[in-house]
């Protein structure tokens, strides 16, 4: 089992930035994909971002150009730099675990979000 533990939400000024952790422990995330996903007040869940195992990654078109994922093997750990923060990002994030692409076996609780203008 995998357990994954999100971090670093918060409330921030529009156009702010903020960087989530999500760090593993049980197993080494070395290995598997790792999906952002965030869930907005009376939204569905929305897929944000996804690092490969070897780091290639990619973004939602809401995000691209200002959300950057990466993962330090080293440390167990998957990062969400997120700048140029909206009001539309307010949401409760969410990081997760693949061991085949889309097939998200591991979510954390969550870190809130919170975006002011």
């Known amino acids: 089992q995998m357990k994954l533990v999100e971090s670093g939400g918060g409330l921030v000024q529009a156009g702010g930035s903020l960087r989530l952790s999500c760090t593993a422990s049980?197993?080494?995330?070395?290995?598997?994909?790792m999906g952002w996903f965030r869930r907005a007040p009376g939204k569905e869940r929305e897929f944000v971002g996804i690092i490969w195992p070897g780091g290639r990654t990619s973004y939602a078109d809401s995000v691209k150009g200002r959300f950057t994922i990466s993962r330090d093997n080293a440390k167990n750990t998957v990062y969400l730099q997120m700048n140029g923060l909206k009001d539309e990002d307010t949401a409760l994030y969410y990081c997760a675990a693949a061991q085949t692409m889309g097939n998200y076996q591991y979510w954390g609780q969550g870190t809130q979000v919170t975006v002011s203008s």
């Open positions: 049980g197993r080494t995330l070395s290995s598997y994909y």
